[in-house]
């Protein structure tokens, strides 16, 4: 057998049979492979690896993918790409279900495939090019979506600077060192579209994979010398007269600057304040204690007694990695976490997997096709309400009572005996009230463990040998580590951002941020956010698709700017007052905005300020470019433009 016949068994052993089956519709040219036999059925939370192919099927697409492939190595030529009616055809047939229509233009732009490409911005007048180079755009933060926007800012040609507070870039991913953090979306999908990663060593990567990913990304765009690092901003003031903000930054050697922009990015993410709780006598406690977004990896974890505060998704990456080293660990939860079977949280993506992404036509778009499809709007139903379900609160329809028996199933599957602990960790809120965690049985393992106890009795005060409960227990430890989340619906915060008429900007939400498609708010013109309110996903979506759609808007808004010789642009009342009514009316339809549900997602007035509440679909089509009518627009006096 040649190497490269054995490369290519291996290879075939572990593809994922519908994505093959597509790049085998590419190879061959033959629409016709498309047969009701080889249409895939999938397992609701299953890897769908094997399409539910029965074994001759199976067999027969990997005996003409090799054939294919083989061929294609040799030097054989690609046939004519698929007809747009084939490819339509084609997500039907590895979604496994008839794709309605209205996302074809979306699917296909996530695909890669075909003529439409929305976010690459195309600004080749020499007029607007000119007009380009003109607009000035600072950009706050260089996480994942600040770099994302000096990526597009760049290939429009207009003039930006980055400033990012750390002394890196990546932002969540530089940030958050604590042991086990990773992605729970899988990665293939957690990549920015246009820069595909064949080599991520994990179907979740870590969080210095993820951080790597980043800098790469970082260089490729050669985007560093943009970027003023350890350099915050600490507050932007809009000069009316002159229609530009003035941006006040604080650099590295503490002094103040000012900097003047036309328009004004924030890329703060959502989740990069770390938020303490408000527990009395914390400032008491005797020993070390930090927030798992800021880990002290100086203090010796072996052999200690150690607190954790919180079950949420950080909790639980870190739990099972620091349990088997401490003395004793006692976790104090509030309410448990929904956990959906992933059993390959953990693996390793193997050597043929990679060797396909890298080397077959079409297999990774496809691949990622399908990821995109099953983890996203594929759920969205099963987490939407049904008003006319009359179950228990524990569900908000039927679909969704029906997911909650399959991932309860799999919850007690681990632990049948432990009756005690079933009780504790099965969520009595609806799957999709909260993010769902990714299970591969170590959660439970090491609750599991002699040395581990959940705590749920709720905490009264923290005392300087430990932490007391309602029950009047004191619960004595060496460390407390709270994995108690991030200051999410201060969007912004603490920067301080003053609109048309002095206005300040967290003034005017009063704890209650909203803004037009997560982006814009009135009084605020020439402002834009990315990551903004209500544009975080809860069902396993990647935010890397929202900052994408919103940086094209964005960039679509500076064309417009630059089309028209605007000095602003300002989102009109009507149209963000008519956007976010609608928001929260679906909010409220969905398992998150239930009255069941308390999470970080619903700010201190009780509204779902994090959420986009709609298919994703129709947040692509939001965004595809800004509608002039939907904003207050001023010329530039003649002698500026
Ligand atoms: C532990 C963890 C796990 C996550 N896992 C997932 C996941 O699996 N899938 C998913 O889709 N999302 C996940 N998220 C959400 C994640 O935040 C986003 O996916 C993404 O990283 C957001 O990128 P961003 O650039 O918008 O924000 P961030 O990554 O938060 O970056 C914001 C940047 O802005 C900088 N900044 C903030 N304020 C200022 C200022 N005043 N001046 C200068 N710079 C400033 C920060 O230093 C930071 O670099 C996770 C978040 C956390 C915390």
Redesign the pocket.
């Known amino acids: 057998m040649s190497e490269l016949s054995k490369t290519l068994d291996d290879a075939l052993a572990v593809a994922h049979l519908p994505a093959l089956l597509m790049a085998l519709v590419h190879l061959t040219g033959d629409e016709g492979l498309l047969t009701a036999e080889r249409r895939p059925v999938y397992v609701l939370l299953a890897d769908g690896k094997d399409g539910g192919y029965p074994p001759e099927v199976q067999a027969d697409i990997r005996d003409r993918a090799r054939a294919a492939i083989t061929a294609y190595l040799a030097g054989a030529p690609l046939p004519p790409q698929p007809s747009p009616a084939a490819i339509r055809k084609m997500m039907d047939w590895i979604a496994g279900v008839d794709i309605p229509s209205h996302y074809a233009p979306f699917l296909m732009d996530e695909l890669g495939l075909g003529d439409i490409d929305t976010k690459t911005p195309d600004w080749t007048s020499p007029r607007l090019e000119a007009a380009a180079r003109r607009l000035k755009v600072v950009v706050?933060?260089?996480?994942?979506?600040?770099?994302l926007a000096g990526i597009r800012l760049k290939q429009a040609g207009v003039d930006f600077t980055i400033?990012?507070?750390?002394a890196d870039?990546?932002?969540?991913?530089?940030?958050?060192v604590y042991p086990g953090?990773r992605?729970?979306?899988p990665n293939h999908m957690?990549s920015y579209s246009f820069e595909p990663n064949h080599d991520f060593p994990q179907f979740y990567s870590t969080q210095g994979v993820l951080l790597a990913y980043f800098r790469k990304v970082a260089d490729k765009h050669d985007l560093r010398s943009r970027i003023r690092f350890s350099?915050?901003?600490?507050q932007a003031v809009f000069d009316e007269g002159a229609g530009k903000w003035r941006v006040e930054i604080q650099t590295p050697a503490g002094d103040r600057e000012s900097l003047e922009a036309d328009v004004l990015i924030s890329?703060?993410?959502?989740?990069?304040r770390p938020k303490f709780p408000d527990i009395d006598g914390m400032e008491t406690f005797e020993g070390p204690s930090f927030h798992s977004?800021r880990w002290r990896h100086d203090v010796d974890l072996a052999g200690k007694r150690v607190a954790v505060i919180g079950t949420g998704?950080?909790a639980y990456q870190f739990v099972p990695k620091i349990a088997p080293e401490v003395g004793q660990l006692e976790v104090f939860q509030r309410s448990p976490p929904w956990t959906f079977p992933a059993p390959t949280y953990h693996h390793d993506v193997p050597e043929g997997k990679k060797w396909l992404l890298e080397h077959v036509p079409f297999y990774g778009k496809w691949y990622r096709f399908w990821l995109f499809w099953m983890l996203t709007d594929g759920f969205y139903e099963g987490v939407k309400t049904d008003p006319t379900w009359n179950g228990p609160p524990h569900a908000v329809s039927a679909a969704n009572d029906v997911m909650r028996e399959l991932v309860t199933a799999a919850i007690r599957a681990q632990a049948p005996e432990d009756l005690d602990l079933l009780e504790k960790v099965i969520p009595t809120y609806p799957v999709g009230g909260k993010r769902a965690l990714l299970d591969n049985g170590v959660w439970l393992e090491a609750l599991k463990r002699d040395n581990v106890d959940l705590v749920t009795a709720p905490i009264s005060k923290i005392v300087p040998q430990g932490i007391v409960t309602a029950d009047g227990a004191t619960h004595e430890a060496d460390v407390i580590i709270y994995g108690t989340g991030?200051h999410a619906s201060r969007f912004l915060w603490?920067?301080r951002i003053v609109g048309r008429g002095g206005v300040e900007l967290h003034e005017a939400w009063d704890g209650d941020a909203r803004a037009y498609l997560g982006m814009t708010t009135p009084g605020f013109p020439n402002l834009f956010m990315?990551?903004g309110p209500n544009t975080n996903?809860v069902v396993n979506?990647?935010?890397?698709f929202f900052?994408e759609c919103s940086v094209r808007y964005i960039v679509g808004a500076l064309k417009l700017m630059a089309e028209r010789d605007l000095a602003t642009m300002e989102v009109r009342g009507d149209v963000h007052d008519a956007f976010n009514v609608r928001v929260d009316a679906a909010n409220a339809l969905m398992a998150w905005g239930s009255q069941h549900v308390s999470s970080w997602y619903k700010n201190a007035k009780g509204r779902v300020s994090q959420n986009w509440p709609f298919p994703l679909v129709d947040y692509w089509n939001a965004t595809v470019s800004p509608n002039p009518d939907d904003f207050l627009l001023t010329q530039k006096v003649k002698a500026e433009a």
């Open positions: 706050v933060g260089a996480g994942m979506s600040g770099l400033i990012e507070k750390n870039v990546g932002g969540t991913w530089l940030e958050n953090c992605v729970d979306n957690y350099t915050s901003v600490e890329a703060v993410g959502q989740l990069n977004a998704a950080s991030f603490p920067m990315v990551y996903i979506g990647s935010i890397i900052s």
